[in-house]
């Protein structure tokens, strides 16, 4: 099961948890409520091996049609350093960012309403959805390894939009999203 919390303001080591003291966790249902995130599990097991049927339904449920496969690492990714910081930087995407890890782990961190950090750590049968227009970053925990399928409905596009992008269509339909479903955001 997903593990999301709210995160100090540390400059420590981002691959560190950066939890608060005290902690203060956020339930799949805050999770979706406060930042639209949804959420599956599929069962992984130890070799990343996982049942197919399940993510197949997934996928055609919300109509996935390109697949492809990334693993992060100092030796699989080229320009490995170069994209971490890209990965890191606060961003959004016009299209839903689809990750379905099944080796390693790593952290999504995602806006929520008052403009604090969620972080959503991801291991092995998470499968996550972050809406169009969040800003979000994304990061290797202390591990430094991570396995993932990526998805997108039709072709993909790749391209960061770096905060600020308030006025981004999709930043405008997420926040619109959102406060329909009675979220006060910040821009």
């Known amino acids: 099961?997903?593990?999301?919390?709210?995160?100090?303001?540390?400059d420590a080591d981002q691959r560190e948890p950066h939890k608060t003291n005290p902690e203060r966790p956020v339930s799949l249902e805050e999770l979706k409520a406060k930042t639209g995130?949804?959420?599956?599990?599929?069962?992984?097991d130890a070799d990343g091996n996982f049942d197919?049927?399940?993510?197949?339904?997934?996928?055609?449920?919300?109509?996935?049609?390109?697949?492809?496969?990334i693993e992060i690492a100092r030796d699989t990714l080229p320009n490995y350093e170069e994209k971490l910081k890209i990965f890191f930087t606060e961003h959004l995407h016009?299209?839903?960012?689809?990750?379905?890890?099944?080796k390693g782990s790593?952290?999504?961190?995602?806006?929520?309403?008052?403009?604090?950090?969620?972080r959503i750590e991801l291991v092995p049968g998470d499968l996550?959805?972050?809406?169009?227009?969040?800003?979000h970053r994304f990061t290797l925990d202390a591990k430094n390894y991570i396995k993932a399928h990526r998805f997108f409905v039709g072709e993909p596009v790749w391209t960061p939009i770096n905060r600020p992008a308030d006025q981004h269509p999709a930043r405008q339909d997420y926040?619109?999203?959102?406060?329909?479903?009675?979220?006060?955001m910040e821009n």
């Open 1 to 10: 099961m997903v593990s999301a919390w709210y995160m100090d303001k540390s």
């Open 37 to 44: 995130v949804e959420y599956f599990h599929i069962e992984t």
């Open 52 to 69: 197919e049927a399940t993510l197949l339904k997934i996928r055609n449920d919300r109509g996935y049609n390109y697949k492809d496969e």
């Open 94 to 102: 016009s299209d839903e960012e689809i990750r379905f890890c099944t």
């Open 106 to 118: 790593g952290y999504f961190d995602v806006r929520e309403g008052k403009d604090e950090w969620i």
């Open 128 to 135: 996550i959805i972050l809406p169009a227009g969040i800003y």
């Open 175 to 184: 926040l619109s999203m959102m406060r329909r479903h009675g979220q006060k």
